[in-house]
């Protein structure tokens, strides 16, 4: 096992009506006002917005409200924040939606807080020193984002979408999730929403360290669970014992505890980046098309992680089969379950006709450089062959 620090001081508030307490929360953590930012209205027509409002205002809490984030957020709506709460450091950034609206209040409170342009960040050319804070209202369980030290934008000029790390300053300092927030979630968002906190797990599942039975034992534990209790949520969006696993499953994916002491991949992630960036596609149903092609083609030299996986929690039964038979068995069982809950198995499905291979792979190694990926390192020759075995 590598050495590892693990700090995840978000405080969680979970259950039924865990909303109304955000003004005490907002409160609790220093806000003296707030900028409250959502997006293309989800959280308007639910009435999840002015129950928000109404605990702000109980709490004594002026705010304002910056609506509009759009999925694969993009730099825009986050100059338009900077520029609203700059030179205002008292501002308390409070997200109340999904990982787009989360990433852009992150972008937000490091933009904020610097002189230059925020995506200096992003791009690697300076390093966040201080933050605004941010609090969470969470409405789907998918990015993971409320409880991680991430953000993702998108920069339209540069056509770049690229994940900035960034713990000690982008974890939230509270989100409220309640699962409920998620019964009016369209079924395509749930899956897509299941299949990245799928996918977050298998980054840091995927390593070559050894000695971490631990580390291994939660991740399989939790993405065991995720494939019990997804067809019960698909089936019945508004059964709360579903619901409430798998909100907390999408937290406990993404916030470190399933890669503690792990050398991590994140190859598939950089990779739907991409797809995402050019097509605008739905980040977790792209990952459900990039990660078998990845596995397929890393477990041709490296397949021991992938034999785990089939056997442990894909329940292979390994008697009689090879190494190899084993592994294309658990890659056809993972794309039969997303197919299941209505996730796309190809890029054709994902509703990209005409890939620009040549584009993506091009993109991929500018943004990433060359070899990327912890697991097995992909130079532009590898991640060109995965690309075409997604058509
Ligand atoms: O915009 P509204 O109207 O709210 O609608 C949203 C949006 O259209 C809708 N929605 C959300 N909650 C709803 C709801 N509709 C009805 N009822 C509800 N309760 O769902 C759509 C998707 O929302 P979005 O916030 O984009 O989803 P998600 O949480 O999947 O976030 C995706 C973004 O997060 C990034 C992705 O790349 C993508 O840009 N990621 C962020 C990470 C992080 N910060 O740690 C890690 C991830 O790997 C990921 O890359
Ligand atoms: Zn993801």
Same mark, same amino acid.
């Given at each position: 096992m590598e050495?590892?620090?693990?700090?995840?001081?978000?405080?969680?508030?979970?259950?039924?009506?865990?909303?109304?307490?955000?003004?005490?929360?907002?409160?609790k953590h220093g806000a003296s006002r707030v900028l409250i930012?959502?997006?293309?209205?989800?959280?308007?027509?639910?009435?999840?917005?002015?129950?928000?409002?109404?605990? %702000? *205002?109980?709490?004594?809490? /002026? =705010?304002? !409200?910056?609506? #509009?984030?759009?999925?694969?957020?993009?730099?825009?709506?986050? @100059?338009?924040?900077?520029?609203?709460v700059s030179g205002e450091r008292s501002y308390f950034l409070l997200a109340v939606g999904g990982g787009s609206v989360i990433d852009t209040a992150k972008a937000i409170a490091c933009g904020a807080c610097y002189d230059g342009d925020f995506w200096d960040f992003y791009i690697g050319k300076a390093k966040i020193e201080q933050a605004l804070p941010v609090g969470v209202v969470l409405t789907i369980p998918a990015a993971g984002s409320e409880g991680s030290g991430n953000?993702?934008?998108?920069?339209?000029?540069?056509?770049?979408?690229?994940?900035?790390?960034?713990?000690?300053?982008?974890?939230?300092?509270?989100?409220?999730?309640?699962?409920? %927030? *998620?019964?009016?979630?369209? /079924? =395509?968002? !749930?899956?897509? #929403?299941?299949?990245?906190?799928?996918?977050?797990?298998?980054? @840091?599942?995927?390593?070559?360290?050894?000695?971490?039975?631990i580390t291994d034992h939660v991740a399989e534990g939790v993405l065991r669970s995720i494939i019990e209790q997804a067809p019960l949520v698909m089936?019945?969006?508004?059964?709360?014992?579903?619901?409430?696993?798998?909100?907390?499953?999408g937290m406990l994916a993404h916030n470190g505890l399933c890669g503690t002491g792990h050398v991590e991949d994140w190859a598939s992630h950089?990779?739907?980046?991409?797809?995402?960036?050019?097509?605008?596609?739905?980040?977790?149903?792209?990952?459900?098309?990039?990660f078998p092609a990845?596995?397929?083609?890393?477990?041709?030299?490296?397949?021991?992680?992938?034999?785990?996986?089939?056997?442990?929690?894909?329940?292979?039964?390994?008697?009689?089969?090879?190494?190899?038979?084993?592994?294309?068995?658990?890659?056809?069982?993972?794309?039969?379950?997303?197919?299941?809950?209505?996730l796309p198995t190809n890029l054709h499905e994902l509703g990209i006709e005409q890939p620009d291979i040549d584009a993506l792979v091009r993109n991929l190694h500018v943004t990433k450089g060359e070899p990327i990926g912890g697991y097995v390192r992909l130079d532009r020759t590898l991640t060109r062959e995965i690309y075409e075995l997604m058509k």
């Open positions: 050495n590892f620090t693990f700090c995840s001081p978000t405080e969680f508030v979970f259950g039924r009506d865990t909303e109304k307490e955000v003004g005490r929360l907002c409160l930012i959502y997006g293309g209205g989800s959280v308007v027509r639910s009435g999840l917005l002015q129950r928000v409002e109404q605990s %702000l *205002t109980e709490a004594g809490l /002026p =705010y304002e !409200t910056l609506g #509009g984030v759009k999925p694969n957020p993009e730099d825009g709506l986050v @100059r338009e924040g900077i520029s609203k953000s993702v934008i998108t920069n339209t000029a540069t056509g770049q979408k690229i994940s900035l790390r960034s713990p000690e300053h982008l974890r939230p300092v509270f989100s409220i999730m309640n699962p409920e %927030l *998620t019964y009016t979630l369209p /079924p =395509y968002q !749930t899956a897509s #929403g299941i299949c990245d906190m799928m996918v977050h797990i298998f980054e @840091r599942y995927f390593t070559n360290t050894a000695e971490t039975s089936k019945n969006p508004q059964d709360y014992g579903p619901r409430a696993n798998i909100m907390w499953a950089f990779m739907e980046h991409e797809l995402s960036a050019l097509y605008g596609v739905t980040h977790g149903a792209g990952l459900a098309v990039v990845w596995l397929t083609v890393v477990s041709r030299t490296n397949p021991h992680k992938a034999v785990q996986l089939a056997e442990r929690v894909l329940d292979v039964c390994p008697d009689g089969l090879t190494e190899h038979e084993i592994i294309a068995e658990g890659i056809a069982r993972l794309r039969r379950f997303w197919s299941s809950l209505g």
